[in-house]
């Protein structure tokens, strides 16, 4: 068996897997599981999805959920765009809620059932945000994000993409006065870690 190739972009090892064990279980969630293939096919309609939508290069996406692996899609379709994923810790309050999705500049929202009455709450104060999309625990026939997928064009890696593109933030406690976005590109996370 070859070597792994070292990654250069967030999405060459979802590629890479889709390609060489494409029936392999590539990840599970409460009762679905989805190969490297499908996993794959995900992410590139997500792209695809967030392109119709206007995402662009140097543009932000985010997410505010509980553990989903919608987060993990949305990183991966959004970078692949050259675009960032801001995680939105889950236990913020409303005013702290809408001050994180104001600073990121988050142009979409993906938000869990369970979390969008808080978000429809303060729906007026983020101008920002043109799509809100909802998400639920089981993918069912109400599920805005799945429905979003299945209508959506797969497309691949945009072309001006560089491994130095910001493709998650991840905001402080802020503990000292307002949190602050920590910007991760993908060259930040896919650099080897070295032990000592």
């Known amino acids: 068996m070859s070597e792994l190739p070292d990654p250069r972009f967030l999405d060459d090892r979802l590629a890479y897997w889709a390609e060489t064990k494409p029936e392999a279980e590539a990840l599970t969630y409460l009762d679905r599981t989805w190969t490297w293939s499908e996993l794959n096919d995900r992410v ?3 792209a695809g999805a967030l392109k119709e939508r206007g995402i ?3 543009e ?3 997410f505010l959920d509980k553990n989903h692996p919608a987060c993990v899609e949305l990183t ?3 970078a692949s765009l050259g675009a960032a994923n801001a995680i939105i810790n889950f236990r913020l309050a ?3 809620l809408d001050y994180v999705l104001n600073d990121s500049g988050a142009k ?3 938000v869990g059932k369970e979390l969008k009455p808080t978000i429809d709450k303060i729906r007026n104060e983020l101008p920002n945000v043109e799509h809100i999309i909802e998400v639920t625990p089981d993918g069912g026939d109400d599920d805005e994000y799945e429905a979003m997928l299945a209508a959506a064009t797969p497309v691949g890696r945009g072309d001006d993409v560089e491994p130095d593109d910001v493709c998650i933030i991840m905001y402080s406690s802020g503990t000292t006065g307002r949190p602050k976005g920590v ?4 060259a930040n996370l896919l650099a080897p870690t070295v032990h000592g």
């Open 44 to 46: 590139r309609r997500l």
């Open 94 to 96: 409303g005013d702290e």
């Open 60 to 62: 932000v996406v985010a």
């Open 108 to 110: 979409l929202l993906v």
């Open 183 to 186: 910007l991760i590109t993908q």
């Open 56 to 58: 662009k290069r140097g």
């Open 76 to 78: 991966d379709a959004a």
